[in-house]
């Protein structure tokens, strides 16, 4: 992208990474209660998703915030060297697989404990078009300015745990998005749609780009996002299959760009995986309005731990560091005596939760 084409109303770099991060996890957190449940069935179980509900008042994160983490720590460590950053992020990886994260995709899972029992990164991933690297690519696209760089990063990241082509692609998608979204203050849905024909007219992603498309037309024609899913045959919920999450998550954006808590919201009403979708849309509207555009009382009931508000700015904060001197570091760590007591919590209170939503209101 040329100087020309970023407004000079752009936010720093610094505040579209911290707002990616903290806009994932409360994303995130707020959809997390309607997981897997349909449009109707959530809404009449939890009702607006305008709180945290999970534990009353308290916002708890999954796999889709950590892994945006994971990938944040990797660029601080290593830096724009892609080489380098493969291993590393592979390591992270493996090592939050061991730790017994719960709600995690199959695909995700088997490349982890691949990882585990020795494979290499190059050769981890398995044949699936999950939503997986898509989850984790708003962080890159908010950290990364170059395009050519940034798609070589989302490759390797994609591959690690998904081999589909069309998972890459949707990853791809997202990531630009995101670096879009905060540096192109001018953007439209017509120039998203140009500039992503653009970065992928070499490859056999003509499926996506038909999606894209009409994700393009139903937005200009200002179809709401439900009524476009209804058309795509997708009115009980977003699966976690690549090519339903992505245009989902676009219609979204593209929809409330400037808007988080609507963005979200909507994203969350439309129903099936609720945390990923809303985590993708959280990540790229806040990259654009940064931190002071997404609902303080949210950011404030976020409450988890290890990985709480706090640590996740600092987080956010070496990354900017990093990205702005090109210096690599030791980024912000958290020991597994934290994370392991804290993951078997989190797995007791979901699988209680569960049997919560088989109860009434139908």
């Known amino acids: 992208m040329s100087d020309r084409e970023i407004s000079e109303n752009s936010p720093s770099q610094r505040d579209a990474i911290l707002g990616t991060l903290l806009g994932v996890a409360v994303g995130d957190a707020l959809g997390l209660p309607y997981e897997n449940l349909s449009r109707l069935r959530g809404e009449r179980l939890f009702g607006e998703p305008d709180r945290y509900r999970l534990i009353p008042g308290i916002g708890l994160i999954s796999d889709d915030t950590e892994h945006n983490c994971i990938v944040a720590q990797s660029l601080i460590a290593q830096g724009t060297d892609v080489d380098r950053f493969l291993p590393d992020f592979a390591r992270r990886l493996k090592r939050w697989g061991i730790l017994l994260p ?3 995709g199959r695909a995700t899972i088997i490349a982890c ?11 981890s991933g398995i044949f699936s078009a999950g939503n997986g690297p898509a989850m984790r690519a708003p962080i890159l696209g908010a950290a990364i300015r170059d395009l050519d760089q940034l798609r070589e990063f989302v490759r390797v990241s994609t591959r690690v745990t998904h081999t589909d082509p069309k998972a890459e692609f949707g990853a791809w998608a997202i990531a630009l998005a995101t670096n879009l979204s905060w540096q192109d203050q001018e953007l439209s849905p017509q120039r998203f ?5 653009e970065t992928i007219a070499d490859e056999p992603a003509e499926e996506l780009i038909d999606l894209v498309a009409k994700v393009i037309a139903s937005v200009e024609a200002g179809e709401s996002t439900t009524d476009f899913l209804d058309s795509r045959d997708l009115g009980k919920g977003v699966s976690g299959y690549v090519y339903h999450t992505v245009p989902a998550a676009l219609h979204v954006w593209l929809s409330f760009p400037n808007d988080y808590r609507n963005a979200v919201q909507t994203m969350i009403r439309c ?5 990923t979708t809303a985590a993708i849309v959280g990540g790229i ?3 654009r309005t940064g931190t002071a555009g997404i609902p303080p009382e949210w950011i404030a009931g976020l409450r988890d731990w290890p990985r709480t508000t706090r640590w996740m700015k600092e987080l956010g904060g070496a990354l900017a560091d990093s990205v702005e001197t090109g210096a690599t570091d030791i980024p912000p760590q ?5 994370e392991l007591p804290r993951n078997l919590a989190f797995l007791t209170l979901v699988v209680g939760y569960g049997f919560r939503r088989l109860l009434p209101p139908y």
């Open 102 to 104: 719960a709600g995690t």
């Open 113 to 123: 404990a691949r990882l585990m029992v020795g494979v290499s990164p190059q050769r």
């Open 193 to 197: 749609f140009q500039r992503l024909t």
């Open 271 to 275: 129903g099936g995986d609720a945390d």
């Open 285 to 287: 509207v806040g990259a």
């Open 334 to 338: 958290l020991p597994w005596w934290k």
